[in-house]
């Protein structure tokens, strides 16, 4: 059963000093470094996702609070990951192998999965990262990253739904947004059957 690993929008404006910063993201970004030095050659494909926004006045779909409203931190967010800017970057303490296939999501629009992004430089008809998985018979994913309660959460729910038989997110290389979401988000994930699981 071959497998994949995606590794979830570890980017600067995620972690601490960013603008949409979350506890324990640059802790979660030297752990996933950590766990790819040790495991990554175990995995026959790694996947990084990022958030690649277009900037205001495009509001990204309502994705970026605009018009003088304030975010709700539910469905509209400050600007952030804006394509191109030092936050888009991932963050200093991820260190990722040279093999990885590199994702963009939430071009001018409200991407949460990385399963909705494109693959950067995609081989023909393997634009999708679903497509891609399924090219690579990939059926196992490990799912980690930033944020548990959204990101995480919507990109396994999708592995699992488009592209793998055993889909687990590695909680302890993860970050939240907010204990309550995250035990809902988790709750959720378990009822739709992705395993919830410690880093070997």
């Not at 693959?119 to 999708?128: C, E, N, Q, T, Y």
């Amino acid at each position: 059963m071959k497998s994949a690993l995606i590794v979830v929008d570890v980017q600067n404006d995620f972690c601490e000093g960013g603008a949409l910063a979350v506890a324990g993201g640059a802790e979660a970004a030297a752990r996933i470094t950590d766990y790819v030095k040790r495991h990554g050659a175990e995995y026959d494909t790694v996947v990084a996702t990022r958030d690649w926004h277009a900037p205001l006045p495009d509001t990204n779909d309502g994705h970026f609070a605009a018009d003088g409203e304030g975010p709700d931190y539910v469905t509209t967010w400050p600007v952030h990951c804006v394509a191109g800017t030092s936050g888009a970057e991932y963050h200093p303490n991820l260190v990722l192998p040279e093999r990885t296939v590199h994702v963009v999501k939430g071009e001018s629009r409200q991407d949460y999965s990385g399963f909705q992004g494109r693959v950067v430089d995609a081989p023909d008809g393997l634009g999708r990262l679903a497509d891609l998985l399924l090219a690579r018979n990939v059926a196992h994913v490990d799912v980690v990253g930033i944020a548990t309660d959204f990101c995480v959460a919507s990109t396994a729910i999708d592995a699992r739904r488009r592209a793998a038989t055993v889909v687990t997110v590695l909680t302890d290389l993860t970050a939240a947004v907010s204990a309550p979401t995250a035990i809902k988000a988790l709750t959720e994930l378990t009822g739709r059957g992705v395993r919830l699981e410690e880093s070997r």
